[in-house]
């Protein structure tokens, strides 16, 4: 019998249904033969079912093989029951607070009040607590809306849908910012945790248990991208953890607060509905926090014929390492108003701007970078500069910061940020414990997953190899970046988690 072959499995059959299929077709041979209970024929088909269904287990086998990359969609579902872990992360909505303005002696707000982002994404969101607040108190909210565009920004301004008496209209996203709102899981994020569960299974007390629970976002309701622990790293008995959130945006920091960390410690120590759970009564958990270690990435590029080029002849300003003349904003008025200097304050040999030139600077919360074309500028070095905004030739909105790099404008420099972003997004925290004084050669005090064979610690050629995939781009050298590896944290206490810090892109001579 020949096995209909689908695109991520092997259909067979049992017993019953080999005999029934078989019965189906005798009849159509010999329609006027008794096949019912108790006839040869009928024992014979019982016979053949029982030789076939061995065949059907070495497909079934055989199928269980067929690799996560050609399964997808409900089937990958399926995988994750099968094994018993969490089901498929369904699309969620950011959280955060937001600072009210209330009038006279409070205003009681009601769980559920809607509140909107009315101005930008127009994401909605609710209120999540019942109480009274006074004037300058934090609300706590969820967004009713789901996906990326409801991680706002501290300082953004939301508008109450039916204000309760004395609440002011708006209120403004308290710091960190709005975060959590994310995609449904993705197929490819799915295999992962299937390939994860097979490699490494999880038993009582085990780095796989702690990692399963920690994921399980569809129950603590925290985004979870990836989970790590640290096993022993304060001695027997004790596992640090600590995880990344998914990414919802090129600037967002992947770092949890201390908040959701709390949350997914709670749900570690109540008594899931997991039955590979339970840690031992005795283990300490230790709750990691991990602290962003900025990394400025430099490069010279050199354009493809299909690339944009450099938008200046004489493109400005030139590359200098840093700290030996690198060109970077010393004091911001606005957008269109900063100092340029060079940060190690020698002038002798300065290439000097000039009127018209466009220069540029990274924008972390977009991805991409923010055109400047120079208007007019004062002074020899630094160089006080006011931004040409005529006809759209520059970027009004972006305000750079002290001590951001400028580097040469052209319309190619977007293409290069994406796979620098989606590079970084690959990363995990470093170490606790320096490993050159390690005497261990097993997993106690290191990170699981190992690095940097998986979520590595450290800035490898990989980067290098993503830019070198750009359309636009011929050639590539990264100058500044390369290498960094992860500052050693504290046992139990801290990690480090390396993120984009800036990007700044220069001419390949």
Same mark, same amino acid.
């Given at each position: 019998?020949?096995?209909?072959?689908?695109?991520?499995?092997?259909?067979?059959?049992?017993?019953?249904?080999?005999?029934?299929?078989?019965?189906?077709?005798?009849?159509?041979?010999?329609?006027?033969?008794?096949?019912?209970?108790?006839?040869?024929?009928?024992?014979?088909?019982?016979?053949?079912?029982?030789?076939?269904?061995?065949?059907?287990?070495?497909?079934?086998?055989?199928?269980?093989?067929?690799?996560?990359?050609?399964?997808?969609?409900?089937?990958?579902?399926?995988?994750?029951?099968?094994?018993?872990?969490?089901?498929?992360?369904?699309?969620?909505?950011?959280?955060?607070?937001?600072?009210?303005?209330?009038?006279?002696?409070?205003?009681?707000?009601?769980?559920?009040?809607?509140?909107?982002?009315?101005?930008?994404?127009?994401?909605?969101?609710?209120?999540?607590?019942?109480?009274?607040?006074?004037?300058?108190?934090?609300?706590?909210?969820?967004?009713?809306?789901?996906?990326?565009?409801?991680?706002?920004?501290?300082?953004?301004?939301?508008?109450?849908?039916?204000?309760?008496?004395?609440?002011?209209?708006?209120?403004?996203?308290?710091? !960190?910012? +709005?975060?959590? =709102?994310?995609? &449904?899981?993705?197929?490819?994020? #799915?295999?992962?945790?299937?390939?994860?569960? %097979? @490699?490494?299974?999880?038993?009582?007390?085990?780095?796989?248990?702690?990692?399963?629970?920690?994921?399980?976002?569809?129950?603590?309701?925290?985004?979870?991208?990836?989970?790590?622990?640290?096993?022993?790293?304060?001695?027997?008995?004790?596992?640090?953890?600590?995880?990344?959130?998914?990414?919802?945006?090129?600037?967002?920091?992947?770092?949890?607060?201390?908040?959701?960390?709390?949350?997914?410690?709670?749900?570690?120590?109540?008594?899931?509905?997991?039955?590979?759970?339970?840690?031992?009564?005795?283990?300490?958990?230790?709750?990691?926090?991990?602290?962003?270690?900025?990394?400025?990435?430099?490069?010279?590029?050199?354009?493809?014929?299909?690339?944009?080029?450099?938008?200046?002849?004489?493109?400005?300003? !030139?590359? +200098?390492?840093? =700290?030996?003349? &690198?060109?970077?904003?010393?004091? #911001?008025?606005?957008?269109?108003?900063?100092? %340029? @200097?060079?940060?190690?304050?020698?002038?002798?040999?300065?290439?000097?701007?000039?009127?018209?030139?466009?220069?540029?600077?990274?924008?972390?919360?977009?991805?991409?970078?923010?055109?400047?074309?120079?208007?007019?500028?004062?002074?020899?070095?630094?160089?006080?500069?006011?931004?040409?905004?005529?006809?759209?030739?520059?970027?009004?909105?972006?305000?750079?910061?002290v001590g951001q790099r400028a580097c040469p404008w052209s319309k190619s420099?977007?293409?290069?940020?994406?796979?620098?972003?989606?590079?970084?997004?690959?990363?995990?925290?470093?170490?606790?414990?320096?490993?050159?004084?390690?005497?261990?050669?097993?997993?106690?005090?290191?990170?699981?997953?190992?690095?940097?064979?998986?979520?590595?610690?450290?800035?490898?050629?990989?980067?290098?190899?993503?830019?070198?995939?750009?359309?636009?781009?011929?050639?590539?050298?990264?100058?500044?970046? %390369?290498?960094?590896?992860?500052?050693?944290?504290?046992?139990?206490?801290?990690?480090?988690?390396?993120?984009?810090?800036?990007?700044?892109?220069?001419?390949?001579?």
């Amino acid at each position: 019998m020949a096995l209909d072959v689908l695109p991520d499995e092997i259909v067979v059959r049992n017993r019953d249904e080999f005999v029934a299929t078989m019965t189906g077709a005798y009849r159509l041979k010999r329609p006027n033969d008794d096949i019912g209970t108790g006839s040869i024929q009928l024992a014979l088909m019982f016979a053949v079912s029982d030789v076939l269904v061995g065949q059907s287990l070495n497909a079934r086998v055989i199928g269980r093989q067929i690799p996560l990359s050609q399964v997808s969609g409900i089937k990958l579902d399926e995988r994750l029951a099968e094994l018993r872990l969490p089901p498929r992360r369904g699309e969620t909505g950011a959280t955060g607070f937001v600072v009210v303005t209330v009038s006279g002696g409070g205003a009681d707000i009601l769980e559920g009040a809607a509140i909107t982002d009315d101005e930008k994404s127009g994401a909605a969101f609710e209120s999540a607590v019942t109480d009274t607040f006074q004037d300058g108190q934090a609300v706590a909210i969820r967004g009713t809306s789901t996906g990326p565009s409801t991680n706002l920004a501290a300082g953004t301004v939301l508008k109450w849908s039916s204000p309760a008496d004395g609440l002011g209209p708006n209120a403004t996203v308290q710091e !960190p910012g +709005l975060s959590g =709102g994310r995609y &449904a899981e993705s197929d490819e994020e #799915v295999r992962l945790r299937i390939s994860d569960a %097979l @490699a490494d299974p999880a038993a009582s007390g085990n780095a796989a248990a702690y990692l399963r629970l920690i994921e399980n976002s569809g129950a603590h309701g925290v985004p979870v991208a990836r989970g790590f622990v640290w096993p022993c790293c304060c001695g027997p008995g004790t596992i640090g953890f600590s995880f990344l959130l998914s990414a919802s945006g090129p600037g967002v920091t992947r770092c949890p607060t201390q908040a959701q960390i709390g949350i997914v410690r709670q749900y570690i120590l109540s008594v899931p509905e997991d039955e590979t759970r339970i840690p031992p009564g005795d283990d300490m958990l230790l709750d990691v926090t991990l602290v962003a270690q900025p990394v400025t990435i430099t490069l010279d590029v050199r354009w493809s014929r299909s690339g944009a080029g450099w938008r200046d002849a004489v493109p400005w300003p !030139p590359r +200098l390492p840093a =700290g030996e003349g &690198a060109v970077v904003v010393s004091s #911001v008025t606005d957008a269109t108003h900063f100092t %340029l @200097a060079r940060d190690d304050g020698d002038y002798t040999a300065a290439v000097q701007p000039a009127a018209g030139q466009t220069f540029c600077f990274y924008n972390k919360s977009s991805g991409k970078f923010a055109r400047k074309r120079i208007l007019s500028f004062t002074g020899t070095g630094p160089w006080s500069v006011t931004v040409d905004t005529s006809n759209d030739s520059s970027d009004a909105t972006f305000v750079p910061v002290v001590g951001q790099r400028a580097c040469p404008w052209s319309k190619s420099l977007d293409d290069v940020a994406k796979p620098i972003v989606d590079y970084f997004a690959t990363l995990g925290p470093g170490e606790q414990v320096d490993s050159t004084l390690m005497f261990d050669p097993g997993t106690r005090q290191k990170r699981v997953p190992p690095t940097p064979e998986t979520w590595p610690d450290r800035v490898t050629n990989h980067l290098v190899t993503d830019v070198l995939d750009v359309v636009a781009v011929n050639n590539a050298i990264v100058q500044e970046g %390369l290498g960094t590896v992860a500052t050693i944290g504290s046992p139990g206490i801290v990690a480090m988690q390396l993120e984009l810090g800036d990007i700044a892109i220069f001419p390949l001579s």
